[in-house]
């Protein structure tokens, strides 16, 4: 299996513009997560989904921040107007979950996206 | 709520020595799970360990060994005979109804 990948890697863009990040999860899983992390805040729970409806987006900082799951092989975290203070890794992440308190499977991540806002 | 404490912000070791993370985590739920991942330089976080609240059973796997003890509401992580490639930024976490809590991680610097 080639695990959770994201793209891109790195991303240098100038305040203002709209930044998209991509993620493909593990075939199978079906609970997918978008964290954000920081030095200051570390590792931040943005959105996750579940049989791709999102379940919990309370740790979307702001409406600039959206994110989407079409379908169970591909997510999208959208930034529209990007600010400096949006430069973090952000990871995808995904897991065989139910939601419940027995959906403690391991969460699978991928190797981030460096954004980098000037 | 639910609430993982990593007091350790950093430590530094040399080859051979024996280091301990520690783990405090907070919750009003009888069933969790708790977790431990590890993320060396290279920045993808790698799962280590999964344990539940039912099993305080300690755990070893190779120089790695796992104490939880529910009394103190820790769990923590310990690296026998460290080795440079132990090198990382490890993070603890809690995780109830699908929802992980992460720590705010241990960087562990291990000198040759």
């Known amino acids: 299996d080639a695990g959770v990948i994201q793209s891109p890697r790195h991303e240098v863009t100038e305040m203002g513009q709209e930044v998209t990040l991509r993620c493909k999860p593990i075939?199978?899983?079906?609970?997918l997560f978008w964290y954000r992390q920081t030095m200051m805040r570390g590792l931040e729970l943005l959105i996750y989904?579940?049989?791709?409806?999102?379940?919990?987006d309370s740790g979307m900082p702001e409406d600039r921040f959206s994110a989407k799951m079409p379908n169970a092989s591909f997510s999208t975290l959208k930034i529209q107007p990007s600010e400096p203070r949006d430069s973090a890794v952000y990871f995808c992440?995904?897991?065989?979950?139910?939601?419940?308190?027995?959906?403690?499977?391991?969460?699978?991540f991928g190797a981030g996206s460096r954004l980098t806002v000037l | 709520a639910q609430k993982v404490t990593q007091a350790q912000t950093e430590i530094s070791v040399v080859e051979k020595e024996d280091v301990t993370l520690d783990c405090v985590y907070e919750?009003?739920?009888?069933?969790?799970?708790l977790f431990w991942y590890k993320q060396p330089p290279s920045g993808e976080l790698v799962f280590l360990i999964r344990?539940?609240?039912?099993?305080?059973q300690n755990e070893i796997s190779g120089r790695y060994s796992w104490n939880f003890q529910k009394s103190t509401s820790s769990f923590n992580f310990t690296i026998t005979a460290s080795q440079v490639v132990d090198s990382a930024v490890y993070f603890c976490?809690?995780?109830?109804?699908?929802?992980?809590?992460f720590g705010s991680g241990t960087k562990l610097n291990v000198k040759p």
């Open positions: 919750t009003r739920d009888t069933t969790y799970y």
């Open positions: 075939s199978g899983h079906n609970s």
């Open positions: 344990r539940n609240s039912f099993d305080e």
């Open positions: 992440a995904s897991s065989l979950g139910t939601g419940g308190p027995s959906g403690a499977n391991v969460l699978t």
């Open positions: 989904f579940n049989n791709n409806v999102p379940i919990d």
């Open positions: 976490a809690l995780i109830n109804f699908n929802k992980f809590y």
